[in-house]
């Protein structure tokens, strides 16, 4: 019957291959990373009208001293220097 099944229901398939419906770690709110990751910040950018994605901007921790107790807008004036900026692209489950 399971061969029935995915046949019929295809999405079952990416969905028991992929478990992008499960978050791990379990009870973490990813939204927030900076009670996780020292130096990083969650950002959201808005690619086009309606799509809106959520990225974190981590800083090196050799810029840790200078990046204590600063906010958003620094973190965003950081993107613009001259150092580089590295794209780590996590897939498609729906979390960070």
């Not at 046949?7 to 990416?14: E, G």
């Not at 990373?33 to 990083?40: A, D, F, K, S, V």
């Amino acid at each position: 019957s399971v061969p029935f099944l995915i046949r019929l229901f295809p999405v079952l398939l990416t969905k028991f291959v992929f478990l992008n419906f499960l978050a791990f770690p379990f009870f973490v709110d990813l939204r927030q990373p900076e009670l996780l990751l020292n130096n990083t910040i969650s950002l959201y950018l808005v690619t086009e009208p309606g799509v809106t994605v959520g990225v974190w901007h981590t800083v090196p921790s050799s810029r840790g001293a200078e990046v204590r107790g600063k906010d958003q807008r620094w973190y965003e004036e950081a993107l613009a220097d001259a150092h580089p900026v590295i794209i780590y692209l996590h897939g498609n489950g729906g979390t960070r």
